[in-house]
């Protein structure tokens, strides 16, 4: 017997003019960019970055292009590669949905590494305050998933809150999308937000806070797969993994090394010596 609690029906369509449906997925988009590009431009007016105001201007519409191109590539990749190669017209048509986090956050380190280069601004400059805004358009990114009914858990009667998903049969599954919109949106912003915010000597690890939110969004990602559902079309890739779960080991690998290679800016030792 079923015991849990309904799935909220919410129009995936958040308004409609005329022919054009502007949907919640897209306005996760949006306000993610554009609150990640908001807090950014405070960011960087807090103590010594080289990420100034106008380069945050400048490099928001390659990281638009990074997360968008990327995004799609690594679902293409990673996901449905066989599908595409049959229908490659379809890799075009993003409004059909299929996007991949992981190849969005290999589009965005492309585009960051090249804007770096072009701009003449350390890169993991860039990264470290990239990493304290990206976990806004993350939570808003799930809770899209949630409005869509789609990502959703596996079948469980365990907890108390497991609902029953348009297109995911009669059983009662985990709203996986909220915990990792928990987990990987609201916690990991509390947490390299805190570290910028409250305690400076990582703000000015130039890497650590990059490093960091590698190694924690991979722990999530990997722990909360357990909840999910895996992909219809992929199932389990080895043993009981999921392609997310196998995805999230080289991040995790990328940033411990990060966090290890991380050093005081220059701009600090200076000042510290002018303090002496």
Known sequence: MYSGI?????????????FIAIRWYSLAYIFGLIGAWGLARKMSRVGQSPFTVLKIDDFLVWATFGIIIGGRLGYVLFYNLRYF????????A??????????????????????AWKKQVPALAIGDIIACVTPIGLLLGRLANFINGELYGRVSHAVPWVMVFPGGGPEPRHPSQLYEAACEGLILFIILNGLWWFVPKYRNRTGFLSGLFFVLYGLFRFGLEFFREPDAHLGFIWEKLSMGQLLCLPMILFGLWLILKSRPTVILKKAERQNR
């Open 6 to 18: 309904a799935f909220p029906d919410i129009d995936p369509i958040a308004f409609q003019l005329g």
């Open 85 to 92: 190669l049959e229908f490659p017209l379809h890799i075009f």
């Open 94 to 115: 993003l409004w059909e949905g299929g996007m991949s986090f992981h190849g969005g956050l290999l589009g965005v380190i492309i585009a960051t590494l090249l804007f």
